[in-house]
């Protein structure tokens, strides 16, 4: 059946970012799937609530509490699956983000801690995955990147360079990597997260962004999760170094941050 080729049965998944969010549905997305789980993010109460929802799919999950802003404690996690499960199928580089600021208030700082929390974790951890992965009989990795790594929108500077540059690295690295390790990536919108809450909790910025966004509401992180499962299995065995736009269809930024013209 169609159906099976959703399946990852028996695989090993590291999911970044796990304790909520993309990254918690997409860990429990993979478990109902049939893979056991690395959960990795910075807070272990809710590492924790998320490894009782896979273990309530009937997996396994080995939590890592970590700051996964220090590259090396991505790259760790290829270890921690090969210790824990002794094989490593499958890497969700979810973990990233920062805050907005404009273009005269972004310190040179600033900009390389956006770019190494979302392009340097994710190339430590692929890196460090992909020996493991090959002698798992090669494997799948999904970098979580974002619409503003396409559009323009101020305010954005830090955060959609750094996501620009991941939509490349995953290009790049599927071709470096081909053809046992695929590389693909997934362009997110706004999603109902604790990241976009100021905006879901808040009726009126809630109707404006889902004006400005052509299925006129926001996403659902399970929405994501079903994308990056599609992108890990053998549905998705012939895609590689593609970025899937799951934006409810944006073209443009969604919502106005009020930045001001220069004087």
């Known amino acids: 059946m169609i159906l099976d080729r959703f399946r990852i049965n028996d695989a090993v998944a590291v999911v970044t970012g796990a304790g909520r969010g993309i990254g918690a549905a997409t860990a429990v997305a993979l478990a109902e799937a049939g893979a056991d789980v690395v959960l990795a993010a910075r807070t272990k109460d809710q590492l924790d609530e998320v ?26 996690l290829a270890d921690a699956a ?5 094989r490593l199928d499958v890497v969700v580089n979810n973990v990233g983000g920062t805050f907005p600021c404009p273009l005269t208030d972004t310190s040179t700082e600033f900009l390389e801690e956006a770019f190494r929390f979302n392009v340097s974790t994710a190339h430590a951890l692929t890196r460090a995955a992909a020996p493991a992965m090959l002698r798992s009989g090669g494997g799948a990795v999904v970098n979580v990147s974002s619409v503003m790594g396409r559009v323009s929108g101020r305010g954005f500077l830090a955060y959609g360079t750094a996501k620009g540059a991941l939509a490349h690295y995953t290009r790049l690295a599927a071709a470096d990597l081909a053809p046992r390790i695929r590389v693909n990536a997934v362009a997110v919108g706004s999603v109902a997260t604790s990241a976009l809450e100021v905006v879901v909790n808040n009726p009126e910025l809630r109707e404006r962004m889902e004006a400005a966004t052509p299925l006129r509401r926001i996403g659902e992180p399970e929405e994501v999760a079903a994308t990056i ?26 919502l106005d941050l009020g930045l001001p013209d220069l004087t």
């Open 51 to 76: 490894a009782a929802r896979v273990a309530g799919a009937g997996r396994t999950a080995h939590v890592v509490p970590a700051d996964l802003s220090d590259p090396a404690n991505a790259a760790a």
């Open 82 to 86: 090969m210790d824990t499960f002794g």
């Open 229 to 254: 499962l599609y992108l890990c299995s053998p549905a998705g065995g012939y895609v590689t170094g593609k970025v899937l736009e799951v934006d409810g269809g944006q073209q443009a930024p969604n």
